[in-house]
């Protein structure tokens, strides 16, 4: 725990020079103890490069060469700073906490929101809750991000945990439940924890049913990857995902697309049955964008 969390809590408020150092310095702090310091000055000076161009407040934000976590390394103009509405503050901070966890391997990465709330403190937790930065909810959607890169693994080498060949990458003893909103052509499985398992498209489950007892595939994969060849960007946008997990300031970046563009090029692929949204702003490759991918890798 960092002293300024701990001292008289009931009474501590935070300006916002201060939610911003103190946040930087447990970055710095919690990225360089799992990785090194080099690296975390590296990723999050780079991070914090690209949020100035969306919020030019934080010009104000100095870091000093070679920093670390010690305060003094981190410069910012209270002036500057501390009038800007706190609503504004949080979303940029939000965002330098993700891009630096993104740039984390998985054995770094894993725990990265747990230590990270230990070293900021119960105080300025509450504080980052008003802004709207929940390391809860960070943590949570970590957690399930681990979930779905070994989902993903499992699916890639054709095994379950039994050994046997498992293109789902779970079992039906892990439904606990499932739901079907009138009107969707999908259907939503839960675990008894209530997270989402996996949604399925129930056109896709019936027209594989008639094929299957029928023995007439209409399928034809030379046609589904004449039309994705249409859509380079696409994609590569598919393959990024097979590979990390990212947000979207960092597909954007890595793509080389604005907002729009990325989003028209994710409702294609929604489309298209390659990804699909497991919820307001979340998305996945379903197991068809996955086995597509794959392919394209091993040609």
Known sequence: ??????????????????????SL?????????????????????????????????????????QASENEDDICIKDSVVNPIPAERI????????????DELNEEAGLYFITELKEHVGKKLSKQLIKLS?????????????????????????????????????????????????????FCTLYDEKGTVVDRLNLDRIIQNYVE???????????????????????????????E????ADTAMQLLQVNREKLNNMIKKLTNMEMIRHISDDVIELTEDGIQFVTLQEKQ
Request: glycine residues 6%; aromatic residues 8%; charged residues 35%.
């Open 1 to 22: 725990m960092v002293p300024y969390a701990e001292s008289n809590e009931s009474a501590i408020t935070f300006s916002n020079a201060a939610i911003i150092k103190y």
């Open 25 to 65: 310095k447990s970055l710095y702090a919690v990225a360089g103890r799992r990785t090194s310091s080099k690296f975390a000055d590296d990723v999050i000076r780079s991070s914090l490069d690209i949020l100035k161009e969306r919020y030019p407040f934080l010009d104000a934000v100095t870091i000093r060469k």
């Open 90 to 101: 949080g979303r940029p901070i939000e965002g330098l906490i993700r891009m630096v966890y």
């Open 133 to 185: 930065i929940d390391l809860d909810q960070i943590q949570l959607e970590q957690h399930h991000a681990w979930e779905r890169r070994e989902r993903k693994k499992a699916i890639k080498e054709g095994k379950g945990e039994d050994g046997q060949e498992n293109l789902l990458g779970y079992t039906w003893e892990k439904v606990s439940s499932w739901h079907h909103e009138e009107g969707s052509k």
């Open 212 to 242: 299957t007892l029928s023995g007439v595939d209409t399928t034809n994969p030379e046609e589904l990857q004449k039309e994705l060849r249409i859509f380079e960007r696409e994609y590569s946008l598919l393959k990024l995902m097979h």
């Open 244 to 247: 990390q997990d990212m947000d």
